[in-house]
Structures are given as structure tokens and as C-alpha cells.
């Protein structure tokens, strides 16, 4: 099984900055690709932001230019670092990992409230 472990949610007026951190542990062989998806009320769960374990990234658009992901490898930590917040960025953010233990599977975290004051 693999843990995520999320951090550095918040409140924050419009134009702030935020950095969300996720850390795994488990019987963790080694992690594929981490992310970062979100949810805001009302909404379905969409990706911000994934890295792949060689350091690929993808981003939705509402996310290029603001965001940036980051991993370290040796922690097993995903990074987001969010600029120029937004109110229409207020979600649940979640942590996501592809993850290889005995098999492959997706897990996720618990989720953090990012909420953007106007």
C-alpha cells in the first residue's frame, strides 16, 4: 500500500502564492508519475498538473504560466507551486501517484483546501 501524505493548503487573497507538498510512503518499489488533480464544488475532479518520474511535465491551461510541479525523487515528494492564485482556483486539491508496489496502481491523498479571497 502506498500513503500520500498532503501539505501547505490554505487561504489566500487573489494574487497570492501557495505550495502544496505530497509525500508517499509504503512498500513503494517506485512511483511512475505524481500529480496534482482538483475538485471545486459542484465540479468534477480535472488535472492541474503531472510530472513523470524523469521529470516530464503536463499542465491544463488554466494552470500554464502560474503553476509550477516539481518532484524529488529521493522523498518520494511531489511539489506544486501555485502563483498569481486565482479565486476560480478554490478546489480540494489532490495528490495522485502511479505507483509500483507488488502491482501498479493509482492512489490518492486525502485532498487540501486551496481558497483564493477576492
Known amino acids: 500500500q502506498v500513503q500520500l501524505e498532503e501539505s501547505g493548503g490554505g487561504l489566500v487573497q487573489a494574487g497570492g502564492s501557495l505550495r502544496l507538498s505530497c509525500a508517499a510512503s509504503g512498500s513503494i518499489f517506485s512511483i511512475n508519475r505524481m500529480g496534482w488533480y482538483r475538485q471545486a464544488p459542484g465540479k468534477q475532479r480535472e488535472l492541474v498538473a503531472v510530472?513523470?518520474?524523469?521529470?516530464?511535465?503536463n499542465y491544463a491551461d488554466s494552470a500554464k504560466g502560474r503553476f509550477t510541479i516539481s518532484r524529488d525523487n529521493a522523498k518520494n515528494t511531489v511539489y506544486l507551486q501555485m502563483n498569481s492564485l486565482k479565486p476560480e482556483d478554490t478546489a480540494v486539491y489532490y495528490c495522485?501517484?502511479?505507483?509500483?508496489?507488488?502491482?501498479?496502481?493509482?492512489?490518492w491523498g486525502q485532498g487540501t483546501q486551496v481558497t483564493v479571497s477576492s
Open positions: 510530472i513523470s518520474r524523469v521529470g516530464t511535465t
Open positions: 495522485y501517484a502511479n505507483a509500483s508496489t507488488m502491482y501498479v496502481a493509482n492512489y
